[in-house]
């Protein structure tokens, strides 16, 4: 999926894009230590310092109650088990990573919390919002300026749809489906993207690039994530929030009927722009913005 975000292939229809970007890669879980979560944060530290503008990720709680391969915990459900349970928004993330309210596991979420927070100062944070359409809202992941607010100031969540119109000029609501899940509680920071059925590289086998293609909203995220790169080469002196700002009130929302408005105010300008609760703000224009 890295491919969709900066493959450098000169020429191709495959290329990245931002194929001049660079990439600093982490795994997650990368287990060094007793706890999964000790490298979390460190990751994402590793990252800040590394320069990186755009955090992706493209990962989810599973949720095996719900019958589907795809099915992950999404935000409203984790809200209900926060409240049912009695438990802090920290407490209730520390039982999603780690089964656990206390010890290490809440050291270990208050961390990640923390260094999402601060990778905020200097880059966006871009989660793949899931991939199952039978989710009645994002995954909790990709909402997680629901339970912790502070991490709104630079978010975009990214969905996974196929559009099969002709082109997005005159496009409809009818030309667009939805796989994966809807941007719900998110759609305020929420952009529709086409991640379906994509050729994407895999390995090099004796000198020869080899592609194989896949669905999911692992590969719709990391192509906002490469429009980042390209915005804040072209806006140096932005913030990550005047460049998530610029990113979702000029995507194409013209196909569906706004469901409310966000206000966008930055540079003495304010500007109003419609999201829907299926497709949040719409389908990124790189160009536009």
């Known amino acids: 999926v890295a491919s969709m975000a900066a493959g450098d292939v000169t020429g191709s229809a495959r290329s990245g894009v ?3 970007a660079d990439l600093v890669l982490s795994s997650i879980p990368n287990i060094i230590g007793s706890n999964e979560g000790d490298d979390y944060a460190a990751d994402l530290d590793a990252a800040r310092t590394a320069g990186a503008v755009a955090s992706n990720n493209s990962w ?24 049912s349970n009695g438990w802090t928004n920290a ?15 809440l050291v270990d979420s208050n961390a990640y919390i923390t260094a999402l927070n601060n990778f905020q100062n200097s880059g966006v944070v ?60 998110a759609k305020e920071y929420c952009l529709t993207v086409d991640g379906f059925g994509l050729s994407g590289a895999t390995w090099v086998n004796s000198g020869t690039s080899q592609y194989a293609s896949g669905s999911g909203s692992s ?3 990391p192509m906002v994530s ?4 390209l915005l804040s080469q072209a806006f140096p002196n932005h913030t990550p929030e005047q460049i998530t700002d610029r990113l979702l009130a000029s995507a194409n929302n013209d196909w569906f009927t706004a469901s409310g408005n966000t206000t966008f105010t930055t540079h003495g300008a304010s500007i109003k722009h419609g999201y829907h609760d299926k497709w949040g703000h719409g389908v990124p224009d790189f160009y536009a913005a």
């Open 226 to 229: 490469g429009g980042i790169a």
């Open 219 to 221: 590969f719709s995220a």
């Open 18 to 20: 931002a194929p001049d």
């Open 60 to 83: 989810v709680y599973g949720d095996s109650t719900d019958g589907n391969a795809n099915a992950n915990v999404n935000v409203t459900e984790s809200k209900a088990d926060i409240l």
């Open 126 to 185: 871009v989660f793949a919002a899931g991939n199952y359409n039978g989710e009645s809202d994002v995954s909790v992941l990709a909402g997680l300026p629901e339970l912790f607010p502070e991490l709104a100031e630079a978010w975009i969540a990214v969905n996974l749809t196929d559009f099969d119109g002709s082109s997005i000029s005159s496009a409809s609501e009818s030309d667009f489906t939805l796989y994966g899940n809807k941007c719900g509680s």
């Open 91 to 105: 407490e209730g993330l520390a039982r999603l990573m780690h089964g656990s309210i206390s010890g290490q596991a």
